[in-house]
């Protein structure tokens, strides 16, 4: 198989999976914000996915002479290694979980708070286990500090959170927007995802070009896309003879603690996604029976794609039957009538599966411990896209953005420590 061997290469592969894992969340939101389903989109992005990794274990997981020791790909698929293999497996199940469950987060939290308290949570948790099953081979003194540095970053993604609902609230309350159009009935809207007809217009308020963070854009965003985060703002319309006025009345019930709770499961699931690949690749428990070499990172990053994609697909599926969060009814047919975006959703999932491969392949030759760094640094890039491609936290008070700046700033310091701490694990 190809092994990376020169440090600057490492760096280089590292580098683009840092842009690509942290562009495709982007990507995914995009296609929501424009009325796109959630299921649609996962199952185009599962397909692309999978060949992703199937690409990478059959092109360098076959270069160069196979070792006794280091096997080629498909030579590894012949060998009693199921063990190894069901904790890849297992890492691929939590994975696919976690992303599937940001898919439904960025609509409640938004993209750049989802992304750095998941992270977030998956270093506490992700890097205290593999600290254990890496033999300690970091520095406790610097590493734990950081893991610190992370929940405080936790907390101030919570805070960010509930202050940008403050503001958000602040601008609908009271709100009225001129509307000449009327808005269509629930079961149209399910009548046209069964025939596989997308909504990506603008349905019910009359507000054109609508400036990012007025209230009116929020709005327009609500009514535009799939998932309604707003389920707990009524709508009362004035009616006159010339015009009608909607107005926006906040109720008593918020959806902060629920998509909150949806971030904080999609840490955890992420967080376990790490172990059990370390546990894969590296056998510290010693499930493999003597002579049997461990899994190369091509090997189990297949198989946990396989089980990424087995998860997405068939959760998805049943989505479509029996969707969730308020979404519209769907059904295969429909899917696959439904190519309005589905050039993006295949990039996603192009994006996804190259940079987690050239995060494991730069792992090689640089260490796991700087591959890690990846994972932990690449909601930096997916708050940038949120805060330019989708204008978060535009028009927000002075506490916000406060909040926001403490929140990125403490996560830049908590990378840059465990980077610090970084050890070289064991072969």
Not at 122 to 146: C, H, K, M, Q, S
Request: aromatic residues 14%; contains cysteine; glycine residues 8%.
């Amino acid at each position: 198989m190809y092994v990376v061997e020169d440090k600057g290469g490492a760096i280089a592969l590292m580098l683009a999976a840092l842009f690509f894992l942290g562009t495709w969340p982007a990507v995914l939101t995009l296609l929501e914000r424009r009325g796109r389903l959630p299921q649609h989109t996962y199952l185009d992005y599962s397909i692309t996915n999978l060949l992703a990794a199937v690409f990478i274990a059959l092109t360098f997981g076959q270069i160069g002479d196979s070792k006794p020791d280091m096997p080629n790909f498909l030579t590894q698929l012949t060998q009693d290694n199921w063990p190894s293999i069901l904790f890849a497996m297992a890492g691929g199940i939590v994975l696919s979980l976690g992303n599937l469950a940001t898919q439904y987060a960025w609509a409640f939290v938004g993209l750049s708070v989802t992304e750095i308290i998941s992270s977030s949570i998956t270093v506490v948790i992700g890097t205290t286990f593999n600290y254990f099953l890496d033999d300690r081979i970091n520095r406790a003194e610097i590493l734990f500090p950081g893991v610190g540095c992370f929940l405080v970053a936790v907390c101030l993604g919570s805070a960010v959170h509930s202050s940008n609902a403050a503001d958000n609230e602040k601008k609908l309350s009271g709100s009225s927007t001129n509307c000449t159009k009327t808005t269509r009935a629930n079961s149209d809207v399910s009548k046209d995802m069964e025939k596989g007809v997308t909504n990506t217009s603008d349905p019910t308020v009359g507000v054109e070009n609508a400036k990012a963070g007025t209230a009116e854009y929020l709005i327009q965003l609500e009514n535009r896309r799939s998932i309604k985060s707003f389920k707990f703002w009524t709508i009362q319309i004035l009616k006159s003879r010339y015009f009608s006025i909607i107005i926006i009345v906040r109720s008593a019930s918020s959806n902060l603690f629920f998509g909150l709770g949806i971030v904080f499961f999609s840490g955890l699931c992420f967080s376990l996604f790490s172990p059990a690949f370390n546990l894969a690749t590296n056998d510290q428990w010693h499930t493999l029976k003597k002579g049997v070499p461990h899994l190369v990172v091509y090997t189990a990053f297949f198989y946990f794609s396989i089980s990424c994609f087995v998860v997405g697909i068939g959760l998805n599926i049943w989505f479509l039957y029996n969707p969730v969060l308020g979404l519209p009814r769907s059904s295969f047919a429909a899917y696959l009538k439904d190519w309005k975006g589905r050039q993006w959703a295949l990039l996603a999932g192009l994006l996804c599966g190259f940079g987690n491969g050239f995060q494991f392949m730069g792992g090689q030759a640089a260490g796991y411990a700087a591959a890690d760094a990846v994972q932990q640094a690449l909601p930096l890039v997916s708050t940038f896209w949120g805060i330019l491609l989708f204008g978060e936290y535009r028009k927000s008070s002075r506490r916000t953005y406060a909040l926001l700046v403490s929140m990125i700033f403490m996560f830049i310091v908590a990378v840059a420590v465990l980077m610090a701490s970084s050890g070289h694990r064991k072969q």
